[in-house]
């Protein structure tokens, strides 16, 4: 994660959003969204119910292509072909849908992903630092609500990268789950990442930046079968 900077410069930012946009279903979901980042912000994004918040995470970690705009990673511009695909390695999602099998054991659940992404040996550590260890060989399925969102942070924790995007992190946690979420967030930053960290939850993350989206006023339509396909 080394410093970009340009000939003689100050360091590029690592994350560029420049009048980004996003189109679903031929409705305007977010429109015209700047942020520049570097290395050790964060940035916490709040808005109406249906304001785009997700949405926006989903387009910066490449799930969408936006529809307008440009984004950039260390100075590139990812609109050029195949770019994205080697930015995504970079990013770390944790979504409202955690994907959890609850067929496998808490351990297996995150060892899955680390081994998917070509890790080894974090699964353990990352599992204790969220209160899970003793857990671990239980079936996913027994765990709650809270317990499951510290699995999706225990994933992300195995699987080092610069760029967390947070998507509600701390709804089902409590007070102790939502202090190891701001310590971590802390010591990331400390290390040069960038956390986004969208959320309605008051979350203590200091110096950073701050972004609201404006309510959306959708243009309701007939819907037919094909949208539902
Ligand atoms: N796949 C999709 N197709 C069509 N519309 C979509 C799709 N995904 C999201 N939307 C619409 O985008 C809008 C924004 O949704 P999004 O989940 O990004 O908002 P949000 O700000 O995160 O909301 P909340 O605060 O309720 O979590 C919603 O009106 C939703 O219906």
Redesign the pocket.
């Known amino acids: 994660m080394g410093i970009v900077r340009g000939r003689g410069g100050p360091p590029v930012p690592r994350l560029i959003a420049s009048g980004l946009a996003c189109m679903?279903?031929e409705?305007v979901?977010?429109r015209d969204v700047n942020m520049t980042l570097h290395e050790g912000s964060g940035l916490i994004i709040t808005?109406?119910?249906?304001?785009?918040?997700?949405?926006?995470?989903?387009v910066l970690c490449g799930f969408?292509k936006p529809s307008a705009g440009r984004l950039l990673w260390d100075g590139v511009d990812l609109s050029q072909p195949g770019l994205y695909d080697l930015y995504r390695p970079n990013v770390h999602l944790v979504a409202?849908k955690d994907a959890i099998k609850k067929a496998l054991t808490v351990y297996e659940n995150v060892h899955f992903w680390e081994m998917l992404e070509g890790g080894e040996g974090r699964t353990t550590g990352a599992l204790e630092t969220m209160g899970l260890g003793h857990l671990a060989q239980e079936q996913a399925v027994v765990l709650s609500m809270g317990q499951r969102k510290r699995l999706q942070l225990a994933r992300m924790l195995a699987v080092p990268r610069p760029l967390w995007l947070l998507?509600?992190p701390s709804v089902g946690l409590d007070a102790e789950g939502v202090e190891i979420l701001e310590e971590l967030i802390a010591q990331h930053r400390h290390q040069g990442g960038i956390v986004l960290v969208?959320t309605?939850v008051p979350i203590n993350l200091p110096d950073a930046l701050a972004l609201r989206?404006p309510p959306?006023v959708?243009q309701f339509r007939q819907y037919t079968a094909a949208?539902y396909a």
Not at 47 to 58: E, H, M, V, W, Y
């Open positions: 679903r279903n409705q979901i977010i808005g109406p119910n249906a304001s785009g918040k997700s949405t926006f995470l989903r969408i409202a998507d509600e969208a309605h989206l959306r959708p949208d």
